[in-house]
């Protein structure tokens, strides 16, 4: 059975930093693209950013873009979100999840496990 458990979420100051972690176990290969979402209060689940099998392509959503870094080390089963000049519009529940659709998927639909969420709260 897939797991996913998220962690390295918190409370943080605007232009702070956090990396937010996703430990992966049950997978019986490294075949799955791996992504971010998040969940604000009374919002949908939005695409934050994908990484391919391998690692070698990632997308991010434009409202991350050049300040999110999304990672993986497959030796050990780990997804990362390093997340950087944080804003209070960042504040949301974090997902991380796997997807065997294709290289770079970007929507919730095209992915097939979820772990539980990590929240994250930035302050102003």
């Known amino acids: 059975q897939v797991q996913l458990v998220e962690y390295g979420g918190g409370l943080v100051q605007a232009g702070g930093s956090l990396r937010l972690s996703c430990a992966a176990s049950?997978?019986?290969?490294?075949?799955?693209?791996m992504g971010w979402f998040r969940q604000a209060p009374g919002k949908e689940r939005e695409f934050v950013a994908t990484i391919s099998r391998i690692g070698v392509s990632t997308v991010y959503a434009d409202s991350v873009k050049g300040r999110f870094t999304i990672s993986r080390d497959n030796a050990k089963n780990t997804l990362y979100l390093q997340m950087d000049s944080l804003k209070p519009e960042d504040t949301a529940v974090y997902y991380c999840?796997?997807?065997?659709?294709?290289?770079?998927?970007?929507?919730?639909?095209?992915?097939?496990?979820w772990g539980q969420g990590t929240q994250v709260t930035v302050s102003s």
């Open positions: 049950g997978l019986i290969r490294s075949n799955y693209a």
């Open positions: 999840a796997t997807s065997t659709f294709r290289a770079v998927p970007v929507t919730v639909g095209e992915y097939d496990y």
